[in-house]
């Protein structure tokens, strides 16, 4: 059952990202062309056009960034583990606050036996992070940690994750 909404929630991962892969693209030419238009015109506002070229840098790191999360996601799938954490440490690189990224390099750390480097991402990728939260509760309980591994999973609850959410309440557990 997990599998599924692992799989679900990957299917979602993407398209989101698909969908911020477009934007920035969008974002990128926007920006192109007024830089390309503020260096053919008479008057150049040298503030604007550094606010610009800094803009159009970080759009590009972002599709770049993307890139790497896909290709993250590709070895991910495969259980590439070692070249997934390699690809998504390069998409953080770029994008020091993502948090998919965090969160899947969490779970290859984890499925490699590193939990204290995967805890280290978890805690990245959260407070928001429904997921995150419900995936550094399984490796605290794996750790041994029943109880941080129930905060966790209360915290996740209250976030929406629905495995979160069913494995509390058959435990008594208000969240």
């Known amino acids: 059952m997990r599998k599924l909404v692992e799989d679900k929630s990957k299917t979602q991962e993407l398209e989101k990202t698909r969908k ?3 934007e920035l693209t969008k974002e ?26 800094k803009a159009y840098e970080k759009t590009i790191n972002g599709i770049n960034a993307i890139e790497w999360f896909e290709k993250g996601c590709k070895a991910f799938n495969a259980e590439h583990w070692n070249e997934a954490i390699d690809a998504y440490t390069k ?8 948090a998919d990224a965090y969160n899947n390099r969490a779970v290859a750390y984890d499925n490699l036996g590193n939990h204290q ?4 991402d978890y805690n990245k ?13 399984l490796v605290y309980g794996k750790l041994g940690n029943y109880q941080q591994k129930i905060n966790d999973y209360k915290i996740a609850a209250r976030l929406g994750d629905k495995d979160a ?7 008594g557990i208000q969240w």
């Open 20 to 22: 911020e892969k477009e």
């Open 28 to 53: 990128n030419e926007r920006l192109r062309s007024e830089l390309q238009a503020g260096a053919k015109s008479n008057k150049r506002d040298r503030k604007e056009e550094a606010k610009n070229a």
């Open 91 to 98: 998409a953080i690189k770029l994008k020091p606050y993502y």
């Open 117 to 120: 480097q995967a805890i280290e």
């Open 125 to 137: 990728a959260i407070p928001d992070y429904a997921l995150a939260y419900y995936n550094r509760g």
């Open 165 to 171: 959410q069913n494995i509390l309440t058959k435990k």
